[in-house]
């Protein structure tokens, strides 16, 4: 498609359950970030990739969380033993890494996480 | 750091009152872009403008304006006349140029401005 694609769009779950989120990033785009927003919040960054390697993994709140990318293209957001606290929209943006490039991130409509 | 700071929470209006979001930011950085999103009830991020540090020249776009005053580091977002389907979350954004080591684009999010126009 053109445009971030994320799915599931909802996931409900059970705490101590592991999820997996989804991330098909605009074809091209070599910058894939992850970012997490919880109710009434700003958004909150959590991992960047540039290619298939993530070079800042500085947003990750616990080691409960990880992710990968594969093929330079499609990545996933893993969730290990979720807790209540997790709990949020998770949005994943691509952005073209190269001259010219200012910054502009293409958002997908994120996966809205709840876990009980 | 970077900071930036959406001091409205929430906003409601009528149809067809202009209405201002502010946004003032926080940056040592002598190059960096500003940016604005719309966050729609689907939930997805949507793009309206970015400006670069360098760039004060007001810009409007249909029923939108904005106004990037260095001096007091604010970028102020208008919509005029608004509609019903303006309603959304607003969300001002500042980034810099990239880390030199590892390229990642450091965008900081504003909590967002809830704007509610009523018909």
């Known amino acids: 498609g053109a445009g971030v694609s994320q799915s599931p769009s909802n996931k409900v779950t059970e705490k101590g359950k592991d999820v997996e989120l989804r991330c098909d990033p605009i074809s091209g785009h070599t910058a894939l970030y992850w970012y997490r927003q919880s109710l009434g919040q700003g958004l909150e960054f959590l991992i960047y990739?540039?290619?298939?390697?993530?070079?800042?993994k500085s947003g990750l709140p616990s080691d409960r969380f990880s992710a990968e990318r594969t093929g330079g293209s499609v990545s996933t957001l893993t969730i290990q033993r979720t807790q209540q606290e997790d709990s949020a929209v998770y949005l994943c943006?691509?952005?073209?890494?190269?001259?010219?490039?200012?910054?502009?991130?293409?958002f997908g409509e994120g996966s809205r996480l709840t876990v009980l | 750091a970077q900071k930036v700071t959406q001091a409205q929470t929430e906003i409601s209006v009528v149809e067809k009152e202009d209405v201002t979001l502010d946004c003032v930011y926080e940056?040592?950085?002598?190059?960096?872009?500003l940016f604005w999103y719309k966050q729609p009830p689907s939930g997805e991020l949507v793009f309206l403008i970015r400006r670069n540090s360098f760039d004060e020249q007001n810009e409007i776009s249909g029923r939108y304006s904005w106004n990037f005053q260095k001096s007091t580091s604010s970028f102020n977002f208008t919509i005029t006349a608004s509609q019903v389907v303006d309603s959304a979350v607003y969300f001002c954004?500042?980034?810099?140029?990239?880390?030199?080591?590892?390229?990642?684009?450091?965008?900081?999010f504003g909590s967002g401005t809830r704007l509610q126009v009523q018909p």
């Open positions: 954004a500042l980034s810099d140029l990239g880390s030199r080591d590892t390229g990642r684009r450091a965008l900081t």
């Open positions: 990739f540039q290619g298939n390697s993530a070079p800042d």
């Open positions: 940056t040592r950085d002598t190059t960096y872009y």
């Open positions: 943006a691509s952005s073209y890494k190269g001259q010219g490039n200012t910054g502009e991130l293409f």
